[in-house]
C-alpha cells in the first residue's frame, strides 16, 4: 500500500511550550490528510481534515487555535500543538487519502508533555 | 454519518479461522466498507476493502451481503502475530461524509497458542 510517514515518533516536552508534527505522503499526491488523537485502551477520534491550500476543517469539540494545521504541499501536512499542557499527552496520527484508491496512516507520534 | 458496530473483544487460537462481524445499517449507496489493523503503538493498517459481495486478498477476505449492512472480516489460520485491534469504518465514497473516516471501538482480537 501507499506510504504515509510522520515526524517524529515521539516528543517529550515541557507544559506550555509547542510542538509540531509532521505527516508526508511518500508515494502519493494527497490533496486531504486527517488528523487523529488516540488515548490508551481507546479507538482513534478524529480531530480535523487538512485541505491543501485551504483552511482545514475541525471536528465539533476541537479548539482550532490550539491545534493548528498547516497542508501546504500536497505531500506535507502539519499539526502544531500549541501551549501544550500534559491533558494534550496523546498518541497523534494522520491519514492521507490515496487518489489512486484507499486511506491510509502513519505511524504515529506520542507526545508526552511534562 | 455510518456508525459501525463490531464485537468490543474476540479469542482465538492459532490456526483457527476468524470471522469479524460488523453491523453498519446506515451505509450510504457510495460508501465502502475498509478494514484496518492496529497493533499498540502503531498507526492503522489497511487489511481490505470492498463495496458489495466477496473481496479476498492474500491477507483476509471480506463478505458483504447484499443488503449491504454488516460485513465480515475472515482471516485464514490466524496466528499469535495477529493479534490486534480491528476496524471496520464505511466512507471513503464521497457523499456528505466527505471522505472522513470514522473510527468505532473496534474488535480486540486475542490469538492464543
Known amino acids: 500500500g501507499a506510504v504515509v510517514s510522520q515526524h517524529p515518533s515521539r516528543v517529550i516536552c515541557k507544559s506550555g511550550t509547542s510542538v509540531k508534527i509532521e505527516c508526508r505522503s511518500l508515494?502519493?499526491?494527497?490533496?486531504?490528510m486527517f488528523w487523529y488523537r488516540q488515548f490508551p485502551k481507546q479507538s482513534l477520534m478524529l480531530m480535523a481534515t487538512?485541505?491543501?491550500?485551504?483552511?482545514?476543517?475541525?471536528e465539533q469539540g476541537v479548539e482550532k487555535d490550539k491545534f493548528l494545521i498547516n497542508h501546504a504541499s500536497l505531500t506535507l501536512s502539519t499539526l502544531t500543538v500549541t501551549s501544550a499542557h500534559p491533558e494534550d499527552s496523546s498518541f497523534y496520527i494522520c491519514s492521507a487519502r490515496d487518489p489512486r484508491g484507499g486511506q491510509f496512516f502513519g505511524p504515529g507520534t506520542r507526545l508526552t508533555v511534562l | 454519518l455510518a456508525k459501525t458496530t463490531q464485537p468490543i473483544s474476540m479469542d482465538s487460537y492459532e490456526g483457527q479461522e476468524v470471522n469479524i462481524t460488523c453491523s453498519h445499517n446506515?451505509?450510504?449507496?457510495?460508501?465502502?466498507i475498509t478494514w484496518y489493523q492496529q497493533f499498540p503503538s502503531q498507526g492503522p493498517r489497511f487489511i481490505i476493502q470492498?463495496?458489495?459481495t466477496k473481496v479476498t486478498n492474500e491477507v483476509a477476505s471480506l463478505f458483504i451481503p447484499a443488503d449491504r449492512k454488516s460485513s465480515t472480516l475472515s482471516l485464514p489460520r490466524v496466528s499469535l502475530s495477529d493479534t490486534a485491534v480491528y476496524y471496520c469504518?464505511?466512507?471513503?465514497?464521497?457523499?456528505?461524509?466527505?471522505?472522513?473516516?470514522?473510527f468505532g471501538q473496534g474488535t480486540e482480537l486475542s490469538v492464543k497458542p
Open positions: 469504518l464505511v466512507g471513503l465514497g464521497g457523499g456528505n461524509q466527505g471522505g472522513k473516516l470514522i
Open positions: 446506515n451505509i450510504a449507496t457510495n460508501d465502502y
Open positions: 508515494d502519493f499526491q494527497a490533496t486531504t
Open positions: 470492498g463495496y458489495k
Open positions: 487538512s485541505n491543501e491550500g485551504s483552511k482545514a476543517t475541525y
